[in-house]
């Protein structure tokens, strides 16, 4: 302990060369000032990724099942009946998704279509993301789809009742005339009745809700299925749906929560994360760096101190101690004023907005920055300070030599 309040005394203490006062400072405000930028960039990471999700919950069921397996359930109906019937789950409906072909007005778009029930807006939020007309299931003549607004756009269509949506996707039982093609297909006529926007690309771009009874009929299904949508019940929470339903169903489907569906998105987006973080901590430890040169300056600035421990029985492992936590406590200090400023910045954006997003207000879902502090994030960069600094230190340690060379030099 002896050597660390010593190493304190000269953290804080007036140094006889003004030149070093003014160099440590610029040595603790480059960590520092790297630091804040490593909590900031992270914060901002974790604002996309909760924004992300707060758009991606308004079209996500809070559980879905899909086959491990092939692409549908041969008894999606019955599944579905029997997963209503527990008590976590308020509703399961089976739903369709296939590739098919949409034609509007002589243009054509490869879609994804997706049949749902009637009773849809119960599993999802999909209501609340429609921006033109509304979603239905049927008129009293024709089905109706609600389309994604990448489709809209690309086929120039909107909700009226004048021109007809169709829809073909391949035949899948029965045998194909070579003589006439389009007897390898199947299809149907739809009235557009709504466009949707989520704004996440996954959903917006070639997206097509169509009534279940519609999507089986084009693609030849009966009690089959290609995934089962459930909604929890009341203060149950995703991990007691996530038990209950992989008992009913067994290894025979995979069950997602919410994150879980979307893994491969929010992998990408903690990949990113973590790469950035590794970049920016390489830049934190050559701004480290710099407090090697300090300690060189601070030892030879402390050399009669040197000779006079030493001539008082000091050992040199404990010189070298007072050098190591120097060199440690510079870079600890340099982190801890980081951290709160990095902190501090993050509260001001999290509360006042002050940096705005580039581009129109008005086509942008956030006009600002979104941001988040997490514990595991400033906690992952105190942890990388504190290696740098104790790796620094000993390198500043190595570059102490006391003992009796240093009272001959000074004699």
């Known amino acids: 302990m002896t050597a660390l309040r010593i190493a304190l005394r000269y953290l804080f203490s007036r140094k006889k060369h003004n030149a070093v006062n003014v160099i440590s400072w610029i040595s603790v405000a480059g960590v520092a000032v790297a630091t804040a930028a490593i909590v900031c960039v992270l914060s901002v990471f974790n604002g996309f990724s909760n924004l ?85 299931d049927s008129t009293e003549y024709y089905p109706c789809a609600t389309l994604s607004v990448g489709v809209a756009l690309s086929l120039n269509a909107r909700p009226d009742y004048y021109e007809l949506l ?78 209950a339903a992989q008992r009913v169903v067994g290894e025979t489907a995979a069950v997602q929560t919410r994150l879980m569906q979307q893994a491969e998105s929010f992998r990408m987006i903690s990949v990113e994360k973590w790469i950035t973080f590794l970049m920016l901590a390489f830049i934190l430890v050559i701004a480290s760096f710099n407090v090697i040169s300090i300690m060189s300056m601070l030892i030879i600035e402390k050399k009669d101190n040197i000779a006079t421990f030493s001539a008082l029985g000091a050992t040199s492992a404990m010189i070298r101690r007072v050098f190591v936590y120097e060199g440690w406590l510079i870079s600890l200090l340099g982190g801890a004023v980081g951290l709160i400023l990095g902190v501090a910045l993050c509260l001001v954006q999290q509360h006042w907005g002050l940096i705005k997003l580039g581009g129109d207000p008005s086509h942008l879902s956030v006009s600002v920055y979104p941001v988040q502090l997490q514990l595991g994030d400033l906690a992952a960069v105190a942890m990388i300070v504190a290696v740098t600094g104790l790796f620094i230190g000993l390198i500043a340690g190595g570059m102490v030599k006391p003992g009796k060379q240093l009272l001959r030099n000074e004699d």
């Open 52 to 136: 992300a999700f707060s758009r991606l919950s308004e079209v996500d069921p809070d559980i879905k099942i899909v086959p491990v397996s092939g692409k549908t359930f041969a008894n999606g109906d019955s599944l579905a009946v029997a997963l209503t019937a527990l008590p976590e789950f308020e509703l399961a409906v089976p739903v369709i998704e296939e590739r098919a072909l949409a034609i509007y007005g002589g243009r054509q778009l490869p879609v994804t279509i997706k049949g749902v029930p009637d009773n849809y807006s119960r599993i999802s939020n999909i209501t609340n993301t429609v921006i033109d007309g509304e979603l239905l």
């Open 166 to 243: 169709s829809i073909y996707a391949p035949r899948r039982v029965g045998r194909v005339n070579a003589a006439n093609p389009m007897n390898a297909f199947r299809g149907d006529s739809l009235i557009v009745s709504g466009v949707y926007e989520v704004e996440q690309n996954e959903y917006d771009a070639d997206k097509v809700i169509v009534p279940i009874s519609t999507a089986k009929k084009i693609l030849d299904y009966t009690d089959e299925s290609t995934g089962i949508e459930l909604k929890l019940a009341t203060g149950v929470s995703e991990k007691q749906g996530l038990f």
